[in-house]
């Protein structure tokens, strides 16, 4: 095979449908910055009680979340991006399940072992 072949043939795979447009990284990268700016200044601004910023924070994260997991790592439904979607899932799961059962055997333990204190 010439090697014109070959590049065009290895070219190819790099448009597969699965991966954002400039315009996207774009508007993740636009939509990061203002996340991150919006959650330092709640912070920075005096006058915010805690009570307001703490669920603030907690909403901005989220949304930064959401942000990274779609723009950049091409999480969704669609068909080329239900792969990744269904493996971040899966992991999620998982390290749900060992949180949990971590907490819950650290829980019974504790109280059935020490019954003194």
Not at 65 to 85: A, P
């Amino acid at each position: 095979m010439s090697h014109s072949a070959s590049a065009g043939h290895h070219g190819d795979s790099h448009h597969d449908g699965a991966h954002g447009s400039m315009k996207s990284y774009i508007v993740g990268f636009i939509l990061s910055i203002v996340l991150t700016f919006g959650s330092f200044g709640l912070v920075m601004v005096e006058g915010v009680s805690r009570s307001i910023a703490i669920p603030g924070l907690i909403i901005l994260c989220i949304a930064q979340l959401l942000v990274q997991l779609i723009f950049f790592l091409h999480m969704g439904m669609d068909k080329s991006q239900r792969d990744n979607t269904l493996t971040f899932l899966f992991t999620v799961k998982i390290i749900a399940i060992i949180v949990v059962g971590s907490l819950w055997v650290l829980h019974n333990m504790n109280a059935n072992m020490m019954p003194g204190m």
